[in-house]
């Protein structure tokens, strides 16, 4: 099962951080995905960034409470 959701969350992260690479590349990557260590490594390389670029955080796992993000 892991597999399939490494595989699944891959296609889809090297779709985004492509994309965030050519129109922001300027940005800073913060990976919230699961499993977080191969993603976040998967962003990085696939990026080019610095490894100060591409950050990796699995405290907000879900989007439950990120930081500056307020609801009504």
Do not use: E
């Given at each position: 099962?892991?597999?399939?959701?490494?595989?699944?969350?891959?296609?889809?992260?090297?779709?985004?951080?492509?994309?965030?690479?050519?129109?922001?590349?300027?940005?800073?990557?913060?990976?919230?995905?699961?499993?977080?260590?191969?993603m976040?490594?998967?962003?990085?390389?696939?990026?080019?960034f610095?490894?100060?670029?591409?950050?990796?955080?699995?405290?907000?796992?879900?989007?439950?409470?990120?930081?500056?993000?307020?609801?009504?």
């Open positions: 099962m892991r597999d399939d959701l490494l595989n699944t969350n891959y296609k889809i992260m090297s779709d985004v951080v492509g994309k965030a690479v050519q129109y922001s590349p300027d940005c800073i990557l913060i990976i919230v995905s699961n499993p977080l260590d191969a976040a490594q998967a962003a990085y390389k696939q990026s080019g610095s490894r100060n670029r591409v950050i990796g955080d699995g405290r907000h796992s879900g989007f439950r409470a990120l930081p500056g993000v307020h609801r009504a």
